[in-house]
Structures are given as C-alpha cells and as structure tokens.
C-alpha cells in the first residue's frame, strides 16, 4: 500500500529537525499507528509518551524530540 501524501504544512521526519526561529512544528504525518516492537508510531517515529507530552513541550524540548527521530529510521530507510 502506498504511503499516504504528506500535507504542505507537514516536514517529513527524514528532513530531520527543524531548524531556525519560531515554534517547533509537530513530526506528525498523520500515519497513526504505533509498532508494537518498537513502541514508536509508524508516521513519526515518536513513542506514545512522547505524543502526549508534545502539546506541553517548550521548543528546546521539541527540538530534542526531533534529534531522536533519524536514528529511529527502518533499517533500510
């Protein structure tokens, strides 16, 4: 199955984290499915912990979120 289009306003998560001013946008691609082996969701890598703290997040902790995600990358990816 083909994956599903990213929206503009998305960044996909193998562009890495954002970088610059301004508000540290969400890594959700709308693909929300966790891995049962892993614990991470399918579109954005992040753990579910991770999700639901997102919202109180300040940036600098955003930004960290965001560094973890590459190396959360398939093998093969």
């Known amino acids: 199955m083909p994956a599903p289009p990213v929206p503009p306003a ?3 998560v193998s562009d890495g ?3 610059g001013p301004g508000p540290v946008p969400s890594p959700c ?6 891995d049962p082996a892993t614990g991470w969701c399918l579109g954005c890598r992040r ?3 991770e999700i639901a703290a997102w919202s109180r997040m300040d940036d ?3 930004r ?3 560094a973890l ?3 959360r990358r398939p093998a093969g990816a």
């Open 29 to 34: 691609i709308d693909v929300c499915r966790m």
């Open 64 to 66: 960290r979120v965001w």
């Open 10 to 12: 998305r960044r996909p």
């Open 60 to 62: 600098a902790a955003r």
């Open 17 to 19: 984290p954002p970088t």
């Open 47 to 49: 753990t579910i912990d």
């Open 69 to 71: 995600l590459p190396d």
